[in-house]
């Protein structure tokens, strides 16, 4: 268990001058040094043996003063520690929590009605010592619920049966995070900081269907730049590790017992604890309770409080202004739209970035991955029927644009960008550019609230796209804010008069460019954006191809199987002059892009977008890199596109205190091996140097990772580089390269979650054993041989990388995947 700090929620505080307002934290008072952890832990084990049925234990924090703790939980932590719970004797609402396992010491002495907060800890010679701390770093008090605020009805009437089952709801399924509103009720168990460390019962919210969905919505777009998964669901919930998850109890009722008067509370930096601590709501109505769950939930990855130091409150409300915004670690009740904050307001008291430490290595939780181009090169096509377009995508972080693509034949387009339906954070702003990337337009509603953007323009026939951006409103030093926090999903829909065959490319239905005719602008279509352009599965068989730019047609949807580059028209792809076979009505996604003369792609180590083992850290060089690398630690950096085949040199940024190691680089999850690179000792941890290593890839779209083959050495960067600026086609497969493939194992989905499904051939009976990267098996299964594919659930397996082995008439196949 990690050390805990705990923060309250409330509204009332802010209006009532009568109560405290505090915006300025004191200074940590003197050190009061207790001993050795083991010796501490003996006079405790002492004080509780002693005292019989009712123990209490000395807690003493200075020389001349300590206070007896009345023990109402202890647990012992294998014969060297101690782990007790409980109340202050004599002193009403007063608790203690106190860890002691061999060197460490944490826990807290909280006294709330006279405002004084102790923490216990041990210094670098591993001496336990016990030190005054402002009690807002513990503890914040005095904030009720907003002013006037009522419980909406609830869902059954007093007297009938509370209900049982609740809406299921998840916002990203398969996330790295998880967060579970619980508003059915809670049997909180004995042992955690809450109500002086007794179990209890908290009560239903008793919430309407309707109520929990808005409530659900509010926290989930709060969320959705993260890789997080807010959910109803405690099925869904217990699927993630205890580190990896927070259960936020929606519980009016149990504001009574565990924090009363309050809004909501939460101990800090708890979501990376392991023993699952809650943090808590105790308000119904889904806007105030929504934003009391999100700024709770913003404590336990770290967050403090947004207040102001003049004039003085804890808690920032805006409401001495007409503006729109308020900070979600303020308080958001009275504001339409909230935001996370680094404090760019007058006299904000804190400017620590939320954004940064929510998504750091610190949580493991991250951003989610890009879901659209960040330029015109990479736009995403609009779907199209008739003249209607649409589409829809998620600006992240602060420096993301999407770009999207459309052709018309000339007239009138308009268009209608929009942020989600009720307690949106996302205000939009949408640039138009012609296909040569000028400017033509800027459309902002102006802010005031108005997050939504409407416009028409005339327009010439060609290619355009839009640019969706988030953006500003008012003065963010008084009545508004910045980007920073304008963040969250939109969707377009709109409408311009449809090309006869507009585009850099045409797609043929016949040979010899007969048949239908379907013009593509730059951009990305999957099955679903051909067939939304009349363009069916499987029904391609010749392009026309504008100079300086190239189509990479796909076999299989959304960019992956084979494929096959062409950077000039193909009049018949059944005799396909580029030898790669027959690739008439083979296609079921393409990309149009400009065909540059040159491909670099540089992956900051720190970005990757899934992270096993390695720890971010500053850098010499600028900016982070990864340390504490092990053997078996990995990096995967998700959909990353080699835009041609041929020959790549993949370069990594390396540091080596100690005799260096060994970094190997692979495609999709291990499918496609791309050897091993030696990393030299460099005499320091930050004395960088460049190794490299030369491999050939097909063009394709992969998830591309390095994985740590021994330790012993840090990451700033890895880029990988087209060796050769001609394109090249696909290459054939060499006889080895078809033996490989045809002794590979096909398993699907990769990463996994659950049920782990691999492609086998008919035959004699076979084994399947999967091993840990230790090289245990940790599960094994035979199968008959009479059925093509076997399945292997491996729902409790830790998350992590496995081998796969299955072995048939003296014959060993294998193949790595991920457990997500």
């Not at 405790?44 to 023990?71: D, H």
């Not at 500053?618 to 080699?642: H, P």
């Not at 035979?782 to 397996?797: I, R, S």
Request: glycine content about 12%; charged content about 15%.
């Amino acid at each position: 268990m990690k050390q805990l700090f705990l923060s309250v929620l409330g509204g009332a505080a802010l209006l009532t001058s009568a109560l405290p307002a505090r915006a300025q934290l004191r200074p940590d008072g003197p050190r009061y040094e207790l001993g050795r952890p083991q010796d501490l832990v003996r006079q405790l084990e002492a004080q509780v043996a002693a005292r019989g049925a009712a123990p209490t234990v000395t807690l003493r924090v200075s020389a001349g003063q300590a206070y007896t703790g009345v023990v109402n939980y202890r647990e012992e932590l294998g014969g060297t520690g101690e782990y007790l719970v409980g109340s202050i004797q004599g002193l009403p609402d007063a608790s203690f929590q106190l860890r002691i396992a061999g060197p460490l010491v944490e826990g807290h002495l909280i006294l709330r009605a006279s405002r004084q907060a102790y923490r216990y800890a041990a210094d670098a010679r591993g001496r336990a010592y016990v030190q005054p701390v402002d009690i807002d770093k513990v503890v914040c008090v005095d904030y009720g619920k907003p002013r006037g605020y009522r419980e909406p009805a609830p869902a059954t009437l007093p007297g009938t049966a509370q209900r049982v089952s609740v809406v299921s709801l998840q916002s990203l399924p398969g996330a790295r995070g998880c967060v579970m509103l619980d508003v059915d009720g809670y049997n909180l168990p004995a042992g955690t900081g809450w109500n002086n460390g007794n179990a209890y019962n908290a009560p239903s919210a008793n919430m309407t269907d309707a109520n929990v969905q808005a409530m659900w919505e509010l926290v989930s777009e709060d969320f959705r730049p993260f890789s997080m998964n807010v959910t109803t669901d405690e099925a869904v919930f217990n699927t993630y590790p205890k580190n990896m998850r927070m259960r936020c109890v929606v519980s009016p009722g149990a504001g009574s017992t565990i924090a009363p008067g309050a809004g909501g509370v939460a101990y800090l930096t708890s979501f990376r604890t392991n023993d699952d601590t809650p943090c808590w709501v105790f308000m119904a109505d889904p806007k105030s309770g929504g934003e009391a769950a999100s700024h709770e939930v913003g404590h336990t990855l770290g967050l403090s409080h947004d207040g102001r130091l003049s004039p003085k409150e804890e808690y920032y409300t805006a409401q001495d202004n007409a503006g729109a915004w308020a900070p979600i670690m303020g308080a958001g009740y009275y504001k339409a739209v909230t935001h996370w904050s680094r404090g760019e307001y007058n006299s904000a008291s804190q400017t620590q970035d939320d954004l940064a430490i929510m998504a750091g290595a610190t949580y493991n939780v991250g951003y989610r991955n890009d879901d659209h181009g960040n330029a015109i090169g990479s736009a995403t096509a609009l779907a199209r029927s008739g003249s209607g377009l649409s589409g829809s995508g998620l600006i992240s972080t602060t420096a993301d644009q999407d770009y999207f693509s459309f052709g018309t034949a000339g007239g009138t387009a308009s268009f209608n960008v929009s942020t989600v339906g009720r307690y949106g954070n996302l205000d939009i702003v949408v640039r138009l550019f012609n296909a040569g990337g000028a400017l033509l337009g800027t459309y902002d509603a102006g802010g005031g609230g108005n997050l939504n953007v409407a416009f028409s323009a005339a327009l010439g026939a060609g290619t355009y796209y839009l640019q969706i951006d988030g953006t500003s409103s008012g003065n963010p030093a008084t009545d508004g804010y910045s980007d920073y926090g304008s963040l969250g999903t939109f969707s377009i829909s709109g409408s311009a008069p449809a090309p006869a065959s507009g585009g850099v490319a045409t797609a043929y239905k016949d040979c010899n460019y007969a048949g239908a005719a379907v013009g593509l602008p730059v951009g990305d279509y999957n099955l679903a954006a051909l067939q939304s352009r009349g363009i069916l599965n499987d029904d391609i068989s010749s392009l026309t191809i504008s100079g300086g730019y190239r189509v990479i047609l796909y076999e299989n949807d959304n960019f992956s199987g084979a494929s096959l580059t062409l950077t000039a028209s193909n009049g018949c792809l059944v005799g396909n002059a580029l030898g790669t076979g027959n690739w008439n009505d083979k296609a079921t996604s393409l990309r149009v892009q400009a065909n540059t003369a040159a491909f670099s792609v540089l992956l900051e180590a720190e970005a990757a977008s899934v992270n096993n083992g390695m720890t971010a850290e500053a850098c010499a060089e600028g900016g982070q890199n990864m340390g504490w690398v092990d053997a078996g630690d990995y990096l995967v950096w998700n959909n990353i596109t080699f835009p041609s085949s041929g020959s790549y040199t993949i370069e990594y940024r390396v540091a080596s205190g100690a005799g260096g190691g060994t970094i190997s680089a692979d495609l999709n999850a291990g499918s496609i091996q791309l050897g091993n690179t030696a990393i030299p000792g460099t005499g320091g941890w930050q004395n960088w140097t460049t190794v490299s290593r030369t491999v050939t890839v097909n063009a394709g779209t992969y998830n591309f990772g390095i994985y740590a083959q021994s330790g012993g050495w840090n990451l700033n960067w890895v880029r990988i580089t087209r060796n050769a600026a001609r394109e090249t086609a696909a290459a054939p497969a060499t006889a080895s390269h078809t033996a490989a493939k045809a002794a590979a194992l096909e398993l699907y989905p990769n990463p996994v979650q659950r049920v782990l499904h691999v492609q086998l051939a008919a035959g004699p009976a076979q084994q399947l054993s999967v091993s840990n990267l230790l090289g245990r098996v940790v599960l094994r299964q035979a199968h008959a041989g009479t059925q093509p594919a076997a399945q292997l659930d491996v729902t409790t397996l830790p998350n992590g990388v496995y081998l796969l082995t299955v072995e048939a008439a003296g014959q060993v196949r294998t193949q790595r995947f991920v457990k997500e």
